[in-house]
């Protein structure tokens, strides 16, 4: 079945980066969803797989300014601190414990998604790095990598 917008451009991306790719799935979650189903989603994703590469989008807090989509919450800054460091650090666990209500107040619609991640990565060693970090538009977006750690 076709994928909608967001997954197809996922997938276009994922196949520009890693043209051996063979085949690629979508996983679109809801913003609201509760954090175990994203966790027991991304477990599901991964659960005997001999090797597995996430594309995951997720959006920050949109509440960083006067001009973002909800003004400005000071708690905003705070909580966009707290996912960015633990995608910098390949925190799987930060990810996991993520407030769902808070991120819901501060319009973050990437909970649910790094809560997949989470899911997926539990249990592994991590390394990561954070790329990019920024606030257009009063919007927290971010580019990172996780990859596995040396042993």
């Not at 650090?89 to 319009?107: F, I, K, S, T, W």
């Amino acid at each position: 079945a076709p994928l909608p917008l967001s997954l197809s451009i996922g997938a276009w991306a994922l196949k520009q980066g890693a043209p051996q790719v063979s085949a690629v799935r979508g996983l679109e979650v809801a913003t609201r969803e509760a954090p175990q189903v994203c966790m027991g989603a991304g477990a599901g994703l991964v659960d005997g797989a001999e090797r597995v590469a996430l594309l995951v989008v997720a959006d920050g807090t949109a509440r960083r300014g006067p001009n973002a989509p909800g003004y400005t919450d000071a708690r905003a800054d705070g909580f966009d601190a707290l996912w960015l460091r633990a995608v910098r650090e390949a925190d799987a666990g930060a990810l996991a414990r993520l407030d769902p209500v808070l991120a819901d107040e501060l319009m973050m619609a990437g909970r649910a998604p790094l809560q997949v991640l989470a899911g997926a990565a539990h249990g592994a060693r991590w390394s990561g790095e954070l790329l990019y970090a920024d606030d257009p538009y009063g919007v927290q977006y971010a580019v990172g990598q996780w990859w596995p750690a040396a042993a």
